[in-house]
């Protein structure tokens, strides 16, 4: 494999795995990545090609090159709290019922994203996903975005650069936030103001 290469991922179906083994490589420094949402399984159910045969192999030079601009870490989240030029997005599970997550990092923001969206199986639900995105970012805006663990997150970072939008992946995710004492967090709570297009929002200090 080169740095050169255009390198198409893809999993058995739709998922996480393909896309962040797509956002690994882009903030690695690999600029020719494309992703298959709906994997081998749409591959055969459009009669593509299939081989067992195993590809050639010849040594090459590789260079990974870290973009510190596309993953935020701690500190940097720290700063983005009060900081009103970068707002922060919480993709976590639990979108739809505010019972599920008590607590988030201070000034988030939350999208009622349908989990078959932030699971896509196929390009119409990946499409849907950022036009749902982009009905709730504006184009000026710059967001952290944060999940559990950053797959999720790093879905969603990857779905708003493409259509234009600035944003970086904080991979960490609450389970690194939360497992720091130190670090602030604040109750979750729920807001009946719609999301545009999707689902319910929350915001900080709206109310049940």
């Given at each position: 494999?080169?740095?050169?290469?255009?390198?198409?991922?893809?999993?058995?179906?739709?998922?996480?795995?393909?896309?962040?083994?797509?956002?690994?490589?882009?903030?690695?420094g690999?600029?020719?990545?494309a992703?298959?949402?709906?994997?081998?399984?749409?591959?055969?159910?459009?009669?593509?090609?299939?081989t067992?045969?195993?590809?050639?192999?010849?040594?090459?030079?590789?260079?990974?090159?870290l973009?510190?601009?596309?993953?935020?870490?701690?500190?940097?989240?720290?700063h983005?709290?009060?900081?009103?030029r970068?707002?922060?997005?919480?993709?976590?599970?639990?979108?739809?019922d505010?019972?599920?997550r008590?607590?988030?990092i201070?000034?988030?923001?939350?999208?009622?994203l349908?989990?078959?969206?932030?699971?896509?199986?196929?390009?119409?639900?990946?499409?849907?996903?950022?036009?749902a995105?982009?009905?709730?970012?504006?184009?000026g805006?710059?967001?952290?975005?944060?999940?559990?663990?950053?797959v999720?997150?790093?879905?969603?970072?990857?779905?708003?650069?493409d259509?234009?939008?600035?944003?970086?992946?904080?991979?960490?995710?609450?389970?690194?936030?939360?497992?720091?004492p130190?670090?602030?967090?604040?109750?979750?709570?729920?807001?009946?103001?719609?999301?545009?297009?999707?689902?319910?929002?929350f915001?900080?200090?709206?109310?049940?």
């Amino acid at each position: 494999m080169r740095d050169t290469d255009l390198l198409v991922i893809y999993g058995e179906g739709g998922g996480h795995g393909s896309v962040r083994v797509a956002w690994v490589l882009d903030v690695h420094g690999h600029r020719r990545v494309a992703v298959m949402p709906d994997g081998m399984r749409g591959w055969r159910e459009r009669g593509g090609a299939i081989t067992s045969e195993p590809p050639g192999l010849s040594s090459s030079s590789y260079r990974a090159r870290l973009d510190g601009e596309k993953v935020a870490n701690k500190l940097s989240v720290l700063h983005a709290i009060s900081d009103s030029r970068v707002g922060l997005l919480d993709v976590r599970r639990g979108q739809a019922d505010p019972s599920e997550r008590s607590r988030q990092i201070p000034s988030s923001r939350r999208l009622g994203l349908a989990e078959r969206l932030m699971c896509p199986a196929n390009l119409e639900d990946l499409r849907e996903l950022q036009e749902a995105l982009l009905t709730s970012v504006g184009a000026g805006e710059s967001l952290i975005v944060y999940s559990d663990t950053g797959v999720r997150a790093s879905l969603v970072g990857l779905a708003l650069r493409d259509v234009g939008r600035a944003a970086i992946v904080y991979d960490g995710g609450w389970n690194e936030w939360a497992s720091h004492p130190g670090l602030p967090t604040e109750d979750f709570v729920y807001s009946n103001e719609p999301s545009p297009g999707i689902a319910p929002e929350f915001r900080p200090g709206a109310t049940p």
